[in-house]
């Protein structure tokens, strides 16, 4: 695949492609992003506070119930 690290192995007179061990001092691209957004944020709401905002206003008491 692109962008995947690799080795060469000689045994005998042939030499082989295989894909390296991970090193641990590299990280994966996911693993970089995570690192860069981690404590990014700068805001404090509860999670109520979002789970009102993505569902949105409360229905009206006086407004007929769909079913």
Known sequence: MPGTDVAFEVEGGAVRLVKAKRSSARKKRGERLVDRLRGAGDFRM??????????????????????
Request: aromatic share 0%; proline share 18%.
């Open 46 to 67: 509860t999670k109520d506070e979002v789970l009102a905002l993505m569902r949105g206003p409360p229905p009206d008491e006086d407004a007929p119930s769909r079913k």
